[in-house]
């Protein structure tokens, strides 16, 4: 039983220090080791973002919200840098976002155009211990995966644990990272918390 002890705590002393520090406060959790599909079973979600709910309860969004279509049952949000300079676009902000888990995952579907470099997507979560850790789909597969090039519409995932006990978010940040040109449409996007946020 000792042993299993100290196994255990080894394992979970590495899984909390894989992620390494962001400038200024942030830091990051153990996102990119994951490369399995998003799961199909994750329950119903805690909550759903919609595009056209949001923009009704007169949030800014920074693109343009298509409807759905014969061929695309959903309607999405694309995001595009036509600048050719990095860019970071905030798509939403959650203040109190009514997690009350230690774990939680935001989850959708991903289609992409004309994307160069390695473009990601982000949460930025800002927890009751005063830190802001952050979660980001840069793996090389999977539903964490890096976005680039073309794809069609492919699952995504943003998980998080939260290992302090009784450590909660307090705002959450999704960001779009563009490092140069490229068109990003987002599907709705789903929030699971507990057991159910896992990819």
Do not use: C
Not at 156 to 181: E, M, S, Y
């Amino acid at each position: 039983m000792r042993t299993m002890s100290v196994i255990l705590l080894l394992a979970l002393a590495g899984s909390a220090l894989a992620g390494s520090a962001l400038a200024g406060s942030a830091l990051a959790q153990d996102s990119t080791s994951t490369s399995t599909s998003a799961s199909s079973d994750a329950g119903k979600p805690l909550r759903i973002i919609v595009w056209s709910e949001l923009k009704a309860q007169r949030a800014e969004l920074p693109g343009t919200i298509m409807p759905p279509t014969d061929d695309r049952p959903f309607e999405v949000l694309r995001v595009a840098n036509q600048t050719g300079k990095p860019r970071t676009i905030t798509v939403f902000t959650l203040d109190d976002p009514g997690i009350t888990e230690s774990r939680w995952m935001f989850s959708g579907n991903a289609h992409y155009e004309k994307v160069l470099g390695k473009a990601y997507l982000e949460l930025l979560n800002q927890l009751t211990d005063g830190q802001t850790y952050y979660s980001r789909t840069l793996s090389p597969d999977g539903p964490m995966a890096w976005i680039t090039g073309n794809s069609g519409w492919r699952p995504f995932a943003l998980p998080f644990n939260a290992w302090k006990a009784g450590n909660r978010p307090t705002r959450i940040v999704f960001n779009v990272v563009l490092p140069q040109r490229g068109v990003i449409d987002l599907s709705p996007i789903e929030i699971h918390e507990g057991f159910a946020a896992s990819p």
